[in-house]
């Protein structure tokens, strides 16, 4: 299933039937990626009285309950809402879901004892590019990133000069494979979202940032489309499922 796509001034080809899917799954068990201090997710049966929701224990249906954080529990996908009093919907910020988008693989680099993303790293690596959307996969990249605990870990983040060169280039859409761009214990300062989202100025509505991706060292750096699709929910962030397509 090959499609060709018109964007600006050339035409791009992709092969539909070849999705590389970067997003990672919520499971109700204990393995299941997590971060910021709260218990695992939940799926489990629906009970009311004698009614058990799963057809093992005699009910005609599976009938599941699935308790999660989307900020904690796998990839998702979240608006300015984030950070802002004004409640903010993604369901409603988010109205494009197909971009030209670049991969690229930063090392982060060491600061104050801190492991950071600095401006300098995305100049060299982005060069002349303006992508659309921008996916970071941070080194090292084992597949531990499927079901680490951040908690109390003090992950990799984005500095706040970083961030603001990212807005710089109009990068609507950025994906990140870490649980925050900002550092896990910052005192609420959000340097990184309030820089992107530019929360001082006009704020950027429709950009959105997606954390807890996975891209499989498989997937080479470079230029991409990406289907950013997520689950309609009215609330700041939510589950979503990002996709590339290679060009051809």
């Not at 550092?183 to 340097?191: A, C, H, I, P, T």
């Amino acid at each position: 299933m090959k499609t060709t796509i018109s964007y600006k001034t050339k035409e791009y080809h992709i092969d539909l039937s070849k999705p590389l899917d970067i997003s990672i799954a919520v499971s109700g068990t204990k393995e299941n990626v997590n971060a910021w201090y709260i218990d695992a997710p939940k799926i489990s049966p629906h009970t009311d009285g004698d009614f058990i929701g799963s057809i093992s224990a005699g009910s005609s249906t599976n009938f599941y309950d699935i308790w999660f954080n989307p900020h904690s529990h796998g990839t998702h996908t979240e608006c300015v809402g984030h950070i802002s009093e004004v409640h903010q919907s993604i369901n409603r910020n988010l109205h494009q879901f197909f971009f030209l988008a670049e991969v690229i693989t930063i090392a982060p680099s060491e600061e104050n004892g801190d492991l950071v993303i600095t401006k300098n790293q995305l100049k060299k690596l982005l060069e002349d590019k303006v992508p659309k959307a921008l996916v970071i996969r941070t080194m090292p990249n084992s597949e531990t990133k499927l079901n680490r605990q951040y908690s109390n870990t003090n992950p990799p983040y984005i500095l706040e000069e970083a961030m603001d060169y990212i807005k710089e280039l109009d990068v609507e859409h950025l994906l990140v494979d870490l649980p925050s761009v900002d550092k896990e214990k910052d005192d609420g300062q959000l340097l990184a979202h309030k820089a992107f989202w530019n929360f001082s100025g006009e704020v950027r509505l429709s950009a959105t940032i997606t954390e807890f991706i996975y891209v499989k060292d498989a997937i080479a750096d470079g230029s991409y489309f990406l289907n950013l699709q997520v689950a309609p929910f009215e609330n700041d962030a939510s589950p979503s499922r990002p996709v590339l397509y290679k060009i051809e």
